[in-house]
Nanobody, 115 residues
Framework: QVQFVESGGGLVQPGGSLRLSCVAS????????MGWYRQAPEKGRELVAT???????HYAGSVKGRFTISRDNAKKTLYLQMNSLKSEDTAVYYC?????????WGTGTQVTVSS
């Protein structure tokens, strides 16, 4: 059974930082390209950061230079370091296989950027 458990979100002021974590289970984690997605209120889910199974990363233009994705295959864990946060980064953040996720999604972790 595929499962993702995201954590690390919270309330942060503009310009602040957060580090998100996602622990995967039920999959052979290291063979998959993984990604962080986010969904803001009344918007669709978007893929913001990708870590390819063969190495290398890709970022959406809106987060490039501010977010860093990393992974620990031994721990089946995906990370997202978010710096210089902006109000428009407010969303629920999820991890899953990229660019198309498994049907099963975690509950996500809420990130709110507000003064």
């Amino acid at each position: 059974q595929v499962q993702f458990v995201e954590s690390g979100g919270g309330l942060v002021q503009p310009g602040g930082s957060l580090r998100l974590s996602c622990v995967a289970s039920g999959i052979n984690f290291n063979i998959y390209t993984m990604g962080w997605y986010r969904q803001a209120p009344e918007k669709g889910r978007e893929l913001v950061a990708t870590y390819y199974n063969v190495g290398g990363t890709h970022y959406a233009g809106s987060v490039k230079g501010r977010f860093t994705i990393s992974r620990d295959n031994a721990k089946k864990t995906l990370y997202l370091q978010m710096n210089s946060l902006k109000s428009e980064d407010t969303a629920v953040y999820y991890c899953n296989k990229a660019p198309l996720g498994f049907p099963s999604w975690g509950t996500g972790t809420q990130v709110t950027v507000s003064s």
